[in-house]
T-cell receptor, first 115, second 115 residues
């Protein structure tokens, strides 16, 4: 099975712009979660989508949003970019079996640099 | 607030030395526990996981971890490290919340293994 794929792998934007990142989960996985990784804050949960609905959200401002499509692919959007948004954005997918015991598998990430 | 604490930020070992990385979490309810590894230039990979049952779990590449509920700990061990184990290791907790996926990560431990 193919793993989680993320596009693009690298992005350079300037302050004030907006950006859209894409994630394709492992085939058959219905849940997609997004994380931000920075040297200072580490890995932080952004949000999770299941069945095209946001089920869980971390402590990030409203500039960070996402959506999920019927084929489970997901996108996240960051509007009005700030320098502090420079980070590695990771997508993870899981089966979402409903048992509460899910394992998340991560993609390679999108490296966003805000100038 | 839920949190995960990894005791060592940097560990330097010689090949064949034994490894133990500490991880403690703060959450009063049932949790699922994970160790992920990030090799240089690669994406986050699952090393091992604990959902229930035997508190001693074995993962890939000779790693194991022990869940001690009374100490809220999930320490990672390997009897004899290799140069190829050089990587960053992340402990993560997923509160058992009826199927919702949210991983809370520790700050990570950078392991350098010298030949």
């Amino acid at each position: 099975k193919a793993g989680v794929t993320q596009t693009p792998r690298y992005l350079i934007k300037t302050r004030g712009q907006q950006v859209t990142l894409s994630c394709s989960p492992i085939s058959g996985h219905r849940s997609v979660s997004w994380y931000q990784q920075t040297p200072g804050q580490g890995l932080q949960f952004l949000f999770e989508y299941f069945s095209e609905t946001q089920r869980n959200k971390g402590n990030f401002p409203g500039r960070f949003s996402g959506r999920q499509f019927s084929n489970s692919r997901s996108e996240m959007n960051v509007s009005t970019l700030e320098l502090g948004d420079s980070a590695l954005y990771l997508c993870a997918s899981s089966l979402a079996s409903g048992s509460g015991s899910d394992t998340q598998y991560f993609g390679p990430g999108t490296r966003l640099t805000v100038l | 607030a839920q949190s995960v604490s990894q005791h060592n930020h940097h560990v330097i070992l010689s090949e064949a030395a034994s490894l133990e990385l500490g991880c403690n979490y703060s959450y009063g309810g049932t949790v699922n526990l994970f160790w992920y590894v990030q090799y240089p230039g690669q994406h986050l990979q699952l090393l091992l996981k604990y959902f229930s049952g035997d508190p001693l779990v074995k993962g890939i590449k000779g790693f194991e971890a022990e869940f001690i509920k009374s100490k809220f700990s999930f320490n990672l061990r390997k009897p004899s490290v290799q140069w190829s184990d050089t990587a960053e290791y992340f402990c993560a907790v997923m509160p058992f919340s009826g199927g919702y996926n949210k991983l809370i990560f520790g700050a990570g431990t950078r392991l350098a293994v010298h030949p």
